[in-house]
């Protein structure tokens, strides 16, 4: 069974100390892996897709990197804000599971300042 | 704007509605989706359309619930006979597929149902 995990479950930090959240995948076989931003009540943000042939991809203070071969992401979040805190979820589209996108359970992040 | 849009953001219906809900995906992206967030979790799949074909449906999704895209545009969502165990967001999302790998979703701000 194809699935994603995001451990921890929520995560809480100074203003200042970067973030790292992680995400597991349990088939190494995807098309890609994409990590988005949720603040309460609202849609989901695309922050980055890294492609499975990448290895990172970085936007501004934010890197993500793809392990394949171990099933893992790390999002890493440079000085982290108080604009930060909402949860990060990441999400794959297994190869065996067609075109739909398979989330984990997302990380709640509180940065205070 | 042109990101996803979704319609009504907010709906309070009684148990026994019927309630539908309407999506505006980005206007060239060909593949269309609909998600169902509960509180605390990550968002389930129900189901995708490229173009106006619904190509999946997921086995969560039972007899009550439909959608169309009838012109490979917008694409409706309807719920008969609700049930407080729909109570949920509902997510739609778009992308652009062109030859192999799956695009970048860009999700709208979700359609909240409170079913009382």
């Known amino acids: 069974k194809q699935e994603v995990t995001q451990i921890p479950a929520a995560l809480s930090v100074p203003e200042g100390e970067n973030l790292v959240l992680n995400c597991s995948f349990t088939?190494?076989?995807?098309?890609?892996l994409q990590w988005f931003r949720q603040d309460p009540g609202k849609g989901l943000t695309s922050l980055l897709l890294?492609?499975?042939?990448?290895r990172e991809q970085t936007s501004g203070r934010l890197n993500a990197s793809l392990d394949k071969s171990s099933g893992r992401s790390t999002l890493y979040i440079a000085a982290s804000q108080p604009g930060d805190s909402a949860t990060y979820l990441c999400?794959?589209?297994?190869?065996?599971?067609?075109?739909?996108?398979?989330f984990g359970g997302g990380t709640r992040v509180l940065v205070k300042p | 704007d042109t990101g996803v849009s979704q319609n009504p953001r907010h709906k309070i219906t009684k148990r026994g509605q019927n309630v539908t809900f309407r999506c505006d995906p980005i206007?060239?992206?060909?593949?269309l989706y609909w998600y169902r967030q509960t509180l605390g979790q990550g968002p389930e799949f129900l189901t995708y359309?490229?173009?106006?074909?619904?190509?999946?449906k997921s086995r969560l999704l039972s007899d009550r619930f439909s959608a169309e895209r009838p012109k490979g545009s917008f694409s409706t969502l309807e719920i008969q006979r609700t049930e407080q165990g729909d109570s949920a967001m509902y997510l739609c999302?778009?992308?652009?597929?062109?030859?192999?790998?799956?695009?970048?979703?860009?999700f709208g701000e979700g359609s909240r149902l409170t079913v009382l």
């Open positions: 999302a778009s992308s652009f597929r062109s030859t192999s790998t799956t695009g970048e979703l860009f």
């Open positions: 359309f490229q173009n106006e074909a619904q190509l999946e």
């Open positions: 206007s060239e992206h060909n593949r």
């Open positions: 088939d190494s076989a995807i098309y890609n």
């Open positions: 890294i492609q499975s042939s990448q």
């Open positions: 999400a794959v589209p297994f190869k065996a599971a067609g075109n739909k996108l398979t």
